[in-house]
């Protein structure tokens, strides 16, 4: 039992590149999200899903995708990187509503756009 | 507008010492307030949670207290070890129609270092 599994765990960008987060869960978990740390910052919210093909916006979207064609994956896209996007970024999954119930956290992605 | 104020941003103390992170919301309509651990190079992971029904809760040397006419929570660790060393972050989050409104409201997490 993996829990929440994201690739990859580090990455290097060019300004303007593209890329895709992977974030893979095999707890049956409806509710998937994609946060970003910065320092001082806390968790900002980026999109979550309540379910397969379903897909909503956060705190923070604007620069970021996002497709949950699989229950178990949940992929977040960067269509044009900029610096700006350099963060840690965090996916998590929690079963039915996400509020109350734990958010399982992954070991995050850490992204660097020169 | 930060809905959930997270304080001290740092705090270091001596093994045995009792920390203490508070917490303060807005939001009276917020009825379910999880802390969470995150050691270095980890995600956070959920550690102990409480209900505005109850004024403490207690999991081991984590204890929550909670004080729902000043709208404040806070976070003691008993007996800290340098092993509780992590960023320590509070949330809170309220019901909405079908539970899709249930998201959490994040603190801006406290650095705790405990020295051996």
């Known amino acids: 039992n993996a829990g929440v599994t994201q690739t990859p765990k580090f990455r290097v960008l060019k300004t303007g590149q593209s890329m895709t987060l992977l974030c893979a869960q095999d707890m049956n978990h409806e509710y998937m999200y994609w946060y970003r740390q910065d320092p001082g910052m806390g968790l900002r919210l980026i999109h979550y899903s309540v379910g397969e093909g379903t897909t909503a916006k956060g705190e923070v979207p604007d620069g970021y995708n996002v497709s949950r064609l699989k229950k178990q994956n949940f992929l977040l896209g960067l269509e044009s990187a900029a610096p700006s996007q350099t963060s840690v970024y965090f996916c998590a999954s929690s079963y039915l509503t996400g509020g109350d119930q734990p958010q399982h956290f992954g070991d995050g992605t850490r992204l660097s756009i020169l | 507008q930060q809905q959930v104020k997270q304080s001290p941003q740092s705090l270091i103390v001596q093994k045995g010492g009792i920390p203490i992170i508070n917490c303060a919301y807005e939001?009276?309509?917020?009825?379910?307030f999880p802390w969470y651990q995150q050691f270095p190079g980890k995600g956070p992971a959920l550690l102990i949670a409480?209900?505005?029904d109850v004024s403490e809760k207690k999991e081991g040397r984590f204890t929550i207290s909670f004080n729902k006419s000043a709208k404040q929570f806070s976070l003691h660790i008993m007996d800290s070890q340098p092993g509780d060393s992590a960023t320590y972050f509070c949330?809170?989050?309220?019901?909405?129609?079908?539970?899709?409104?249930?998201?959490?409201?994040w603190g801006l997490g406290t650095s705790l270092a405990v020295n051996p």
């Open positions: 939001n009276t309509a917020f009825d379910y």
């Open positions: 409480i209900r505005p």
């Open positions: 949330a809170a989050s309220r019901g909405g129609s079908a539970g899709n409104n249930r998201k959490l409201i």
